[in-house]
Protein backbone atom coordinates (compact mmCIF):
# COMPACT_ATOMS: atom_id res chain seq x y z
CA UNK A 1 0.00 0.00 0.00
CA UNK A 2 1.57 3.43 -1.26
CA UNK A 3 1.45 6.04 1.62
CA UNK A 4 -2.42 7.74 1.45
CA UNK A 5 -2.38 11.61 1.44
CA UNK A 6 -4.91 10.95 4.56
CA UNK A 7 -2.20 9.77 6.84
CA UNK A 8 -2.07 12.06 10.41
CA UNK A 9 0.52 11.83 12.98
CA UNK A 10 -0.78 12.76 16.58
CA UNK A 11 1.26 13.69 19.47
CA UNK A 12 -0.02 12.08 22.90
CA UNK A 13 1.44 12.56 26.73
CA UNK A 14 0.64 10.69 29.92
CA UNK A 15 -2.14 12.93 30.44
CA UNK A 16 -3.87 11.93 27.26
CA UNK A 17 -3.37 7.73 27.67
CA UNK A 18 -6.90 6.69 28.77
CA UNK A 19 -8.61 8.11 25.17
CA UNK A 20 -5.71 6.18 23.65
CA UNK A 21 -4.88 3.32 25.91
CA UNK A 22 -7.76 1.34 24.22
CA UNK A 23 -6.16 1.57 20.39
CA UNK A 24 -2.65 1.22 21.78
CA UNK A 25 -3.59 -2.10 23.05
CA UNK A 26 -5.52 -3.41 19.79
CA UNK A 27 -3.29 -2.70 17.67
CA UNK A 28 -0.57 -4.79 19.98
CA UNK A 29 -3.04 -7.55 20.06
CA UNK A 30 -3.12 -7.44 16.56
CA UNK A 31 0.45 -6.82 15.63
CA UNK A 32 1.91 -9.40 17.78
CA UNK A 33 -0.56 -12.36 17.55
CA UNK A 34 1.86 -14.85 16.97
CA UNK A 35 3.85 -14.09 20.13
CA UNK A 36 1.12 -13.43 22.28
CA UNK A 37 -0.09 -17.26 20.77
CA UNK A 38 3.43 -18.26 21.71
CA UNK A 39 5.18 -16.35 24.62
CA UNK A 40 3.27 -15.06 27.70
CA UNK A 41 5.92 -13.01 28.49
CA UNK A 42 4.21 -11.23 25.25
CA UNK A 43 0.46 -11.81 26.56
CA UNK A 44 -1.97 -8.65 26.30
CA UNK A 45 -2.01 -8.42 30.05
CA UNK A 46 1.48 -8.17 30.28
CA UNK A 47 2.12 -5.12 27.60
CA UNK A 48 -0.90 -3.55 29.53
CA UNK A 49 1.21 -3.54 32.85
CA UNK A 50 4.54 -2.41 30.59
CA UNK A 51 2.52 0.20 29.12
CA UNK A 52 0.96 1.58 32.34
CA UNK A 53 4.65 1.35 33.95
CA UNK A 54 6.22 3.26 30.78
CA UNK A 55 3.61 5.38 30.49
CA UNK A 56 3.96 6.67 34.29
CA UNK A 57 7.47 8.06 33.59
CA UNK A 58 8.09 11.87 32.76
CA UNK A 59 7.92 13.02 29.62
CA UNK A 60 6.33 9.36 28.27
CA UNK A 61 5.28 10.27 25.08
CA UNK A 62 3.42 8.73 22.44
CA UNK A 63 2.85 9.10 18.23
CA UNK A 64 -0.25 7.80 17.05
CA UNK A 65 -0.37 7.04 12.89
CA UNK A 66 -4.17 7.55 11.92
CA UNK A 67 -5.35 7.07 7.75
CA UNK A 68 -8.41 8.34 7.46
CA UNK A 69 -9.79 7.69 11.41
CA UNK A 70 -7.94 4.47 11.27
CA UNK A 71 -4.82 3.80 13.68
CA UNK A 72 -2.32 2.80 11.63
CA UNK A 73 0.67 2.26 14.09
CA UNK A 74 2.57 4.04 16.57
CA UNK A 75 5.27 4.69 18.86
CA UNK A 76 5.93 5.66 21.96
CA UNK A 77 8.84 6.51 24.85
CA UNK A 78 10.24 7.95 27.59
CA UNK A 79 13.50 9.00 28.62
CA UNK A 80 15.96 7.07 31.45
CA UNK A 81 15.10 8.15 34.96
CA UNK A 82 18.52 9.13 36.94
CA UNK A 83 18.05 5.72 38.52
CA UNK A 84 17.73 3.40 35.80
CA UNK A 85 17.44 -0.30 35.71
CA UNK A 86 17.93 0.16 32.05
CA UNK A 87 21.55 -0.81 31.49
CA UNK A 88 21.79 -2.74 34.87
CA UNK A 89 20.11 -5.80 32.59
CA UNK A 90 23.52 -5.50 29.99
CA UNK A 91 25.17 -9.25 30.07
CA UNK A 92 28.13 -7.61 29.78
CA UNK A 93 28.52 -4.00 31.66
CA UNK A 94 28.90 -1.09 29.73
CA UNK A 95 31.62 1.75 30.73
CA UNK A 96 30.31 3.92 33.59
CA UNK A 97 30.50 7.15 31.51
CA UNK A 98 27.96 5.51 29.04
CA UNK A 99 25.51 4.56 31.43
CA UNK A 100 25.54 7.77 33.62
CA UNK A 101 21.85 9.44 33.59
CA UNK A 102 20.40 11.90 35.09
CA UNK A 103 16.80 11.46 33.67
CA UNK A 104 17.35 14.18 30.60
CA UNK A 105 20.20 12.11 29.06
CA UNK A 106 18.95 8.95 26.94
CA UNK A 107 15.09 8.53 25.53
CA UNK A 108 13.66 4.65 25.99
CA UNK A 109 11.87 4.03 22.78
CA UNK A 110 9.97 1.48 24.02
CA UNK A 111 7.55 0.48 21.40
CA UNK A 112 7.13 0.93 17.66
CA UNK A 113 4.52 -1.39 15.61
CA UNK A 114 2.65 -0.69 12.20
CA UNK A 115 -0.05 -2.59 11.08
CA UNK A 116 0.36 -5.15 8.16
CA UNK A 117 -1.53 -2.91 5.34
CA UNK A 118 0.99 0.18 6.43
CA UNK A 119 4.50 -1.82 5.73
CA UNK A 120 6.98 -0.62 3.75
CA UNK A 121 4.90 2.50 2.75
CA UNK A 122 7.66 4.70 4.90
CA UNK A 123 5.00 5.01 7.68
CA UNK A 124 7.35 3.73 10.47
CA UNK A 125 10.23 5.87 9.48
CA UNK A 126 7.49 8.96 9.84
CA UNK A 127 6.57 7.38 13.32
CA UNK A 128 9.57 7.60 14.46
CA UNK A 129 11.02 10.20 13.71
CA UNK A 130 8.38 12.47 14.33
CA UNK A 131 8.55 11.19 18.16
CA UNK A 132 12.05 12.07 18.02
CA UNK A 133 11.37 15.76 16.84
CA UNK A 134 11.93 18.01 19.84
CA UNK A 135 13.03 15.83 22.18
CA UNK A 136 15.57 16.95 24.30
CA UNK A 137 17.47 14.01 24.78
CA UNK A 138 21.14 13.32 23.69
CA UNK A 139 20.39 10.29 22.58
CA UNK A 140 17.77 7.11 21.73
CA UNK A 141 18.27 3.60 23.06
CA UNK A 142 16.05 0.53 21.93
CA UNK A 143 15.84 -3.20 22.35
CA UNK A 144 15.22 -5.55 19.71
CA UNK A 145 15.43 -9.20 19.12
CA UNK A 146 18.51 -10.58 17.72
CA UNK A 147 16.16 -13.46 16.09
CA UNK A 148 14.83 -10.31 14.35
CA UNK A 149 17.94 -9.31 12.22
CA UNK A 150 15.89 -7.59 9.51
CA UNK A 151 14.51 -5.08 11.99
CA UNK A 152 17.92 -4.64 13.62
CA UNK A 153 19.20 -3.58 9.97
CA UNK A 154 16.00 -1.23 9.72
CA UNK A 155 17.36 0.10 12.74
CA UNK A 156 21.07 0.34 12.09
CA UNK A 157 19.74 2.38 8.61
CA UNK A 158 17.78 4.59 10.96
CA UNK A 159 21.41 5.33 12.62
CA UNK A 160 21.38 3.16 15.59
CA UNK A 161 24.27 0.77 16.97
CA UNK A 162 24.28 -2.48 18.64
CA UNK A 163 25.97 -1.71 21.99
CA UNK A 164 25.19 -5.14 23.64
CA UNK A 165 22.66 -7.59 24.88
CA UNK A 166 20.12 -7.39 27.73
CA UNK A 167 17.12 -9.11 29.17
CA UNK A 168 14.84 -6.77 31.05
CA UNK A 169 12.62 -9.44 32.67
CA UNK A 170 13.59 -12.62 33.82
CA UNK A 171 11.34 -14.16 31.48
CA UNK A 172 11.55 -11.67 28.59
CA UNK A 173 14.03 -12.71 25.47
CA UNK A 174 17.73 -11.59 25.58
CA UNK A 175 17.71 -8.49 23.56
CA UNK A 176 20.15 -6.58 21.55
CA UNK A 177 20.66 -3.23 22.76
CA UNK A 178 20.83 -0.34 20.16
CA UNK A 179 21.87 3.60 20.52
CA UNK A 180 21.16 6.38 18.53
CA UNK A 181 23.05 9.73 18.88
CA UNK A 182 20.19 12.61 18.55
CA UNK A 183 22.63 15.49 18.36
C1 LIG B 1 9.23 -2.91 12.71
C2 LIG B 1 8.20 -2.28 11.78
C3 LIG B 1 7.55 -1.10 12.47
C4 LIG B 1 8.97 -1.79 10.53
O1 LIG B 1 8.04 -1.40 9.53
P1 LIG B 1 8.59 -1.02 8.05
O2 LIG B 1 9.57 0.09 8.16
O3 LIG B 1 7.40 -0.80 7.21
O4 LIG B 1 9.47 -2.23 7.61
P2 LIG B 1 9.02 -3.74 7.27
O5 LIG B 1 7.72 -4.09 7.90
O6 LIG B 1 9.18 -3.95 5.83
O7 LIG B 1 10.16 -4.54 8.09
C5 LIG B 1 11.51 -4.58 7.62
C6 LIG B 1 11.91 -6.06 7.52
O8 LIG B 1 11.87 -6.63 8.84
C7 LIG B 1 11.02 -7.78 8.85
N1 LIG B 1 10.28 -7.81 10.13
C8 LIG B 1 9.48 -6.82 10.59
N2 LIG B 1 8.97 -7.17 11.80
C9 LIG B 1 9.46 -8.39 12.08
C10 LIG B 1 9.30 -9.27 13.18
N3 LIG B 1 8.56 -8.93 14.25
N4 LIG B 1 9.96 -10.44 13.15
C11 LIG B 1 10.73 -10.79 12.09
N5 LIG B 1 10.94 -9.99 11.02
C12 LIG B 1 10.29 -8.80 11.00
C13 LIG B 1 10.07 -7.59 7.69
O9 LIG B 1 9.58 -8.84 7.23
C14 LIG B 1 10.95 -6.89 6.67
O10 LIG B 1 11.73 -7.87 5.96
P3 LIG B 1 11.63 -7.98 4.36
O11 LIG B 1 12.18 -6.66 3.87
O12 LIG B 1 12.45 -9.15 4.01
O13 LIG B 1 10.17 -8.13 4.05
C15 LIG B 1 7.10 -3.30 11.36
O14 LIG B 1 7.69 -4.32 10.57
C16 LIG B 1 6.39 -3.94 12.54
O15 LIG B 1 5.46 -3.37 13.07
N6 LIG B 1 6.82 -5.17 12.94
C17 LIG B 1 6.17 -5.89 14.02
C18 LIG B 1 6.46 -5.25 15.37
C19 LIG B 1 7.95 -5.19 15.65
O16 LIG B 1 8.69 -6.14 15.47
N7 LIG B 1 8.39 -3.99 16.12
C20 LIG B 1 9.80 -3.74 16.41
C21 LIG B 1 10.11 -4.11 17.81
S1 LIG B 1 11.84 -3.77 18.18
Same mark, same amino acid.
Given at each position: M?????? /???????DQLPAIRATLVSLYGEVYEKEIAEDPFFSVER???? %???HASRPGWEAV $??? #??????GYAYAAALPER &?? !?WSHMLTPLPAEEI?? #???? &???????? $???? !??KTGLAAR? @????????QEERVTLLV??? @??? $????YER !??? @???? #?????? #?????? /?? %??? %??
Open positions: SQSPAI /TLARYGTFEQR %LQG $VAY #DGGEAA &TG !WQE #DGQR &TLALFELM $VRAP !WRI @HEELLANREPG @HPK $VKAL !WGY @HHIG #DQQPFP #DAPIYA /TM %LRL %LR
